[in-house]
């Protein structure tokens, strides 16, 4: 049960980094595009999709493999904050 608990509080606070990284890459590689900036556009993007790679795929996995409601966690959170920057314009081009 107490490791339930820890994993749950791991999955959410995993969440939030990643949704801010995430964000802050999206807005990144659009000013590189609208700077016409093609060679670092495409390393903002190599390195955004690697991580979101790692962190939005892998992780709730290895969540899931130990809890399931430390994945289901994760992706809560996630879903939200995301929501959240789409509302706020963050998100939007």
Not at 55 to 84: D, E, H, I, M, N
């Amino acid at each position: 049960m107490l490791s339930d608990i820890l994993y749950c509080l791991a999955g959410f606070f995993s969440a939030l980094p990643t949704c801010r990284y995430t964000v802050t890459a999206i807005r990144s590689i659009r000013q590189a595009q609208v700077a016409g900036n093609r060679q670092q556009a495409f390393f903002y993007t190599v390195s955004a999709a690697a991580f979101i790679l790692l962190a939005g795929v892998l992780w709730p996995f290895y969540l899931y493999a130990r809890s399931p409601w430390a994945s289901f966690v994760f992706l809560t959170t996630l879903f939200f904050f995301f929501s959240k920057a789409r509302r706020d314009g963050n998100l939007h081009p």
